[in-house]
């Protein structure tokens, strides 16, 4: 047995140090670091239960070990084994082919790698695929809402350090569930109740496992946030709670921005935003009267047709109340991109500088929103048309909105889909050739996680798992087989981390952790203050309320589970696909906890879809409001649809974000 270092790159903020066991070839043991010594100190010595199983997923039956062709329908998962070169040319192929017939822009690649280390996310793909034309697939699924909400206010300002929360007086944790998706947060704000008898706010549509030990929890309706906090703006200014020393110096927009809070009163905000006007004020009197407060603000918030509204308006807030400038104070939505990753230095050195003879083009025929992949597949107007779908990194076929359309799409004759991945996801079932990806495991990457100040080695820590190659060297291959320059595309991760991290020496450059925001560290905008009112061509100078649709009665949340990170582990089988419901909508239905029922909805202009699934009774979540996990695999609902054939592939007020929570389904006893 070999115990030896590394660090975890998947999709949580987390980032943890990792000491793994290894036996003979094996992977037999996935812990923490130990605390003391750890790269990482958010890490704390624990790490979550599902990375606790990864060598279990490394060498489960679903890993994919060879490339794989297509030889049953689309969908069926039926495949023979093919070498690494039958299927380089095949892809190769089509491409040329795809190309020719439609040009460049008819190949998407759809590269996400939200779960890779820095080289499987920004390494050679993206810049093969640009060298070649082909349509870019914006990063729109999650975080860009309310990323650019915070540029809005903010600017670049990093995120207040999670490690910093235990000096705080107050803690707002809003739209975020730390208990699932941010694990190492929540021991921090206990030691600040223990320690300073630091207060906890929660506003979350569910009594969530931070919610059940806050001492005030507003429960919210899911999109209303940005009337709650334009409420407590004006509560703030008629109690004395604006901070006037603290906007006077570090703010823009203020009196603006309070006449916009103007209409909602507390009255008005409780009605629309379901929570008791009793509960707001108490939120309000915290905010003026307590300090250090931190903000905790999440993903959660972001997801429906208010999102960007929401975050802008919950950053004012925190903005108006002056909850800066002090150990334990500030707001925390991610790290932001400190890591002094130069991606132009590693584009030039593999594409060549532009304009150089020789150099390769850095030009997307095109940019498709990532959110609208089923529209883009299944509607024959689109020109040129998806001929070639590269997935990479991504399992749309589960995870993207309007999944039936999203379905449809992949069933198409004449597409052809390569996926590049670890196992045989749903997607990949449709796939026409399937390539086995490394993990984390097996190739030397460098993690940087998007709620720690920290970037850590992740080096192999054991021999390939069967045929499995990086992405780096599969784009490699494919320049090559494309005519591009060999030694320009070679993928080893040392010469493409020394290119990138040059910069800085070679090693990454991580802010420094534990910097106080707006007294160590100041936004990018105009004078260095909050912009509490944009300016920017088709965003509304104010944060703006649009109501929800009503179309069926209840709203479907699907947020982060313990079982899975977005869709990976799901093979694993821990996560159902069962439906929770309060008691008083259950009731109403006549239905009990087990029954068989069918999730009624509609997404994306498609027809009525229905999931028959089981139904849990859940005191946690609000009336009105059912939830279903997301990440689910199709085997979990017995194949076929999911949550996401409820979500709607209608775009977020800001950046083209998802609003997968803006659902809206029926739930009644099944057949
Ligand atoms: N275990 C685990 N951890 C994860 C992930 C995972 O899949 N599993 N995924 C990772 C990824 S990709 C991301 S982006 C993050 C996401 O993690 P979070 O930022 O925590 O986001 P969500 O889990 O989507 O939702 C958080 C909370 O927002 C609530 N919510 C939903 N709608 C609203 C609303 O309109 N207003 C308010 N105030 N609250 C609302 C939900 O009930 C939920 O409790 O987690 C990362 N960490
Ligand atoms: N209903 C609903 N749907 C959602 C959300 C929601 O809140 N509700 N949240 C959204 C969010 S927050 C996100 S981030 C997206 C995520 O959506 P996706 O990115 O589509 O889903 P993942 O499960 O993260 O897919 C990652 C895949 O990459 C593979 N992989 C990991 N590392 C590597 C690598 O290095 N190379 C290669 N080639 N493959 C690798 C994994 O095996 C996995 O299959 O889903 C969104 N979908
Ligand atoms: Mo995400």
Request: aromatic share 6%.
């Amino acid at each position: 047995m070999v115990a030896r270092r590394t660090a975890c790159p998947l999709d949580c903020p987390d980032g943890c140090s990792l000491e793994v066991e290894v036996v003979g070839d094996r992977l037999v043991k996935v812990d923490a670091a130990p605390a003391d010594g750890a790269d990482n100190p958010l890490t704390q010595g624990f790490i979550c239960a599902k990375v606790k199983c990864h060598a279990e997923r490394v060498f489960g039956p679903d890993r994919v070990l060879t490339p794989l062709v297509r030889t049953g329908p689309k969908g069926s998962g039926q495949f023979r084994t093919a070498s690494w070169a039958e299927a380089l040319d095949l892809i190769v192929e089509r491409v040329t082919d795809a190309a020719a017939r439609f040009g460049p822009g008819s190949v998407v690649p759809y590269l996400y790698n939200s779960s890779g280390g820095m080289l499987a996310k920004k390494g050679l793909t993206p810049l093969l695929w640009q060298a070649f034309g082909a349509s870019e697939v914006e990063h729109t699924i999650c975080a860009a809402t309310a990323c650019n909400a915070w540029e809005l206010v903010l600017g670049d300002l990093p995120g207040a350090d999670l490690l910093d929360v235990v000096h705080s007086r107050l803690v707002v944790v809003w739209g975020a569930n730390p208990s699932i998706s941010n694990t190492h947060f929540p021991p921090l704000v206990q030691q600040a109740r223990r320690d300073n008898d630091a207060t906890l706010v929660v506003v979350d549509p569910r009594r969530t496992g931070m919610a059940k030990r806050a001492d005030l929890h507003l429960a919210v309706r899911p999109g209303t946030d940005v009337v709650l906090a334009l409420a407590l703006g004006r509560w703030l200014r008629d109690h004395g709670g604006v901070d006037t020393a603290f906007v006077e110096a570090h703010a823009e927009g203020v009196d603006e921005y309070l006449a916009a809070c103007e209409p909602w009163t507390l009255g008005r905000a409780a009605d629309e935003c379901g929570v008791d006007a009793a509960d707001i004020e108490r939120l309000g009197t915290l905010i003026a009267d307590e300090q250090p407060a931190f903000w905790r603000v999440g993903f959660g918030m972001e997801r429906n047709r208010n999102g960007g509204s929401s975050h802008r308006a919950v950053l004012a807030l925190a903005v108006l109340a002056g909850s800066f400038g002090r150990r334990g104070s500030g707001v925390h939505l991610h790290t932001g991109h400190s890591i002094g990753w130069d991606a132009d230095a590693l584009a030039d050195a593999v594409l060549g500088p532009p304009g150089e003879p020789g150099s390769l083009g850095r030009h997307h025929a095109r940019v498709l929103n990532q959110n609208q992949l089923g529209a883009d597949l299944t509607e024959a107007t689109l020109d040129p048309p998806v001929s070639v779908l590269f997935v990479q990194g991504a399992n749309p076929a589960i995870m993207n909105p309007a999944q039936a359309k999203v379905q449809a799409g992949l069933a198409r004759d004449d597409l052809f889909t390569v996926v590049h991945d670890q196992v045989l996801t749903d997607t990949a079932r449709f796939a026409d050739v399937v390539l086995p990806a490394t993990t984390h495991f097996e190739a030397d990457d460098l993690a940087k996680p998007y709620g720690a100040y920290t970037a850590q080695a992740t080096p192999a820590v054991i021999p390939r798992v069967g045929e499995s190659r990086t992405n780096d060297e599969l784009a490699a291959a494919l320049a090559v087989r494309l005519g591009y320059p060999a030694d320009r595309f070679d993928p080893s991760p040392g010469r493409l981390l020394g290119l990138a991290l040059a910069a800085s020496g070679g090693s990454p450059a991580v802010d420094p952790p534990g910097r106080v925001l707006f007294r160590d560290v100041f936004p990018d905008t105009p004078g260095g203050r909050a912009q509490l009112i944009a300016s920017l061509d088709g965003v509304a100078p104010a944060p703006e309320y649009r109501p929800p649709g009503a179309a069926r009665p209840l709203t479907l949340l699907t947020p982060a589970n313990h079982h899975t990170i977005n869709s990976m582990f799901g093979e694993l089988g821990a996560v159902s696909a069962d439906v929770r419901m309060h008691p008083d909508d259950a009731r109403e239905r006549a239905l009990a906890d087990g029954d068989r029922v069918a999730v009624v909805g509609d997404a994306g202009g498609a027809a009525a879809v229905e999931v028959v699934t089981t139904l849990r009774i859940d005191g946690d979540l609000r009336p009105g409001v059912v939830m279903m996990p997301k990440g689910a695999w199709s085997r979990a609902s017995g194949g076929g649809l999911g949550a996401n054939a409820f979500a709607p592939d209608a775009l977020s007020d800001l950046a083209g974000g998802a609003t997968f929570n803006d659902a809206r389904v029926e739930v009644t006893a099944a057949e």
